[in-house]
């Protein structure tokens, strides 16, 4: 199947350059504080500030639901996506069971309504990474190179977290990929709920902190 995002890529003007990065700058700047304000009100008010502030900035070039990766994908990328993530869950089991590890390695189950807010929060995430921070990297450097920078600079959000700042890089080189060949975050969050879900369960708090990163991961 032929990379979507091949059409996409022109080479900016100087000007141009500059107000994507401005844009890039900004958006992590905003995200930054919402996870490192020193109390949960402050960084819950960043965070609106901040999802505000992409959303405003995705919409102000009026792209196509397809450039956005708001349509649903061709059954061939759906199946690759879903597939590959589910041999990716299969793997991570297999190899903390072979290491030794307790499965689940948390007596706490999450709550139905915690797995579907997870559900919704992965496609958000996935709405960030990819409709605003590899759609911006794809406009300056090209597809190939915005997955290797939108990847590195998802990771780095899950600092100080070992575990998730590890995981979320290899997750999103994975995931980068696919919307550079399919354009759709949908079954993306899809497979980065239940790649979540599965950290949850096999990871120990103790290293997991309940999931949280930035200050909260600091003050778990």
């Known amino acids: 199947m032929a990379v979507i995002s091949k059409t996409y890529h022109a ?24 996870l490192w304000a020193p109390t949960i009100h402050m960084r819950n008010r960043w965070a609106v500030i901040g999802l505000c502030t992409i959303l405003g900035l995705v919409l102000v070039d009026r792209p196509s639901l397809q450039r956005l990766g708001l349509r649903l994908p061709k059954t061939f990328g759906a199946s690759v996506v879903l597939g590959i993530g589910f041999v990716m869950v299969v793997v991570v089991v297999a190899l903390v069971h072979w290491a030794g590890g307790v499965i689940p390695a948390n007596q706490t189950w999450p709550a139905v309504q915690s797995v579907w807010g997870y559900v919704i929060w992965a496609l958000i995430q996935e709405f960030i990474l990819q409709s605003f921070f590899f759609n911006s990297f794809e406009e300056l450097y090209g597809g190939s190179s915005a997955v290797w920078i939108a990847a590195t600079l998802f990771a780095a959000a899950h600092l100080p977290s070992p575990v998730l700042t590890t995981a ?8 980068c990929e696919m919307f550079r060949r399919y354009r759709s975050i949908y079954f993306l969050g899809i497979v980065h709920a239940m790649l979540g879900l599965t950290i949850a369960v096999v990871t120990p708090d103790s290293l997991l902190h309940h999931m949280r990163v930035g200050i909260g991961y600091l003050q778990y």
């Open 11 to 34: 080479e900016p003007t100087l000007a141009r350059r500059c107000f994507i990065w401005g844009q890039i700058v900004v958006v992590f700047l905003l995200l930054e504080l919402a």
């Open 168 to 175: 979320t890089l290899i997750g999103a080189l994975f995931f």
